[in-house]
Nanobody, 123 residues
C-alpha cells in the first residue's frame, strides 16, 4: 500500500505561485500513473493533473492548463505540482493520488490517497 504525504500548501495572493510535494513510501513514483486532485468545500473532487510512468505523458484539467505543471523527482521519490498564476478559484484541498497502472486511462484508476494539503488564494 502506497503511503503518500503532501506538503507545500498555504495562503498566497492571486497571481502568486506554490509548489506542492507528495513524498511516497512503499511505492516508486516513477513506475506508475500518478496524479493530483482538488476539492473545494461543497464541490466534487476534481482531477487537476496526471502523469504516466516515466513521464511519458501528462494531462491537465481545463481550468489549470498552462498554469500548473506536474513532475517527479525519481531520486527523492516525490511527485510535485507547480502552480503558477494562481486564482481565487484554485482555493481547495489538494490531494496526491497513486495507481498501480503504468498508463493513466482516466481519473478513476487512483486507489491510494494522501491526507491533503490546503491551498488558499486571496484577492
Amino acid at each position: 500500500q502506497a503511503q503518500l504525504v503532501e506538503s507545500g500548501g498555504g495562503s498566497v495572493q492571486a497571481g502568486g505561485s506554490l509548489r506542492l510535494s507528495c513524498a511516497a513510501s512503499g511505492y516508486t513514483v516513477n513506475n506508475y500513473c500518478m496524479g493530483w486532485f482538488r476539492q473545494a468545500p461543497g464541490e466534487e473532487r476534481e482531477g487537476v493533473a496526471r502523469i504516466d510512468h516515466n513521464d511519458m505523458w501528462a494531462l491537465y484539467g481545463d481550468s489549470v492548463k498552462g498554469r500548473f505543471t506536474i513532475s517527479r523527482d525519481k531520486g527523492k521519490n516525490t511527485l510535485y505540482l507547480q502552480m503558477n498564476s494562481l486564482k481565487p478559484e484554485d482555493t481547495a484541498m489538494y490531494y496526491c493520488a497513486a495507481t498501480r497502472t503504468y498508463y493513466c486511462s482516466g481519473w478513476t484508476d487512483f486507489n491510494s490517497w494522501g491526507q491533503g494539503t490546503q491551498v488558499t488564494v486571496t484577492v
